[in-house]
């Protein structure tokens, strides 16, 4: 449909085998693995909603020994391309992809291979409708073991603060799509967490005005 938002905003490569490469994995996989390297108690169960291109879990596993990472997605390119990366997989440790609407209220076969240990999002909350953001939550409130955590990494406002950078970020994204934008991490975000059964951990600073944030289920 021509109305159809994109489901990135950038260019992305394409190997021969299918694997899509992208630009803004490039630049944030190495200080999202260091902040991950902290987190993570192999071994670990990951549920990534809305992978891309599939990079993050290909690098993450390579440099994080006991991690299992199950890739998820609703676009139809993305989920080739995650496929590609778990067929080229040589360590056994890449699954799906599974197909999931993060904002419906039964997200298939991940129901039946819960609990799972982390939920892993990055970069979805701002390009997708408020729906999404409220079934990630909840979702993962419904999906996670007693003490796993939900990590989402990407630019927020805090308590309706946001950097220069970030602001005008959000005011392009909210021309391409009304129903985007930039999401507030303490006004938006940790009363659904609050709602759904976990609690807001931690938050770290990440290069480019990003964050990554990690809410806990209790247990």
Not at 74 to 92: C, E, F, I, K
Not at 181 to 209: E, F, H, I, K, Y
Request: charged fraction near 20%.
């Amino acid at each position: 449909m021509a109305d159809k938002p994109p489901v990135a905003l950038e260019n992305r490569g394409e190997g021969e085998d299918g694997r899509r490469y992208s630009p803004s994995v490039a630049r944030n996989r190495d200080p999202i693995r260091e902040a991950l390297a902290q987190v993570f108690i192999p071994p670990a169960r990951v549920l990534e909603i809305a992978s891309g291109t599939g990079e993050h879990g290909a690098f993450l596993t390579s440099g994080l020994p006991g991690l299992h990472w199950t890739y998820s997605d609703l676009d139809g390119d993305s989920l080739v391309s995650q496929r590609a990366w778990q067929q080229a997989d040589t360590a056994g440790r890449l699954a799906g992809p599974l197909r999931i609407d993060a904002s419906a209220q039964d997200w298939g076969d991940a129901e039946s291979l819960a609990p799972w240990d982390a939920v892993f999002c990055a970069n979805m909350v701002h390009i997708a409708p408020w729906p999404a953001a409220v079934g990630l939550i909840c979702g993962a409130g419904r999906l996670l073991r007693p003490g796993g955590l939900l990590i989402l990494y990407g630019p927020f406002a805090r308590s309706g603060a946001m950097a220069p950078s970030n602001a005008a970020f959000d005011e392009s994204l909210k021309l391409r799509n009304p129903d985007w934008g930039v999401r507030d991490l303490d006004r938006d975000l940790v009363p659904l967490a609050d709602a759904s059964g976990l609690a807001l951990q931690s938050v770290t600073d990440m290069p480019a005005n990003n964050l990554l944030v990690r809410f806990r289920k209790p247990g």
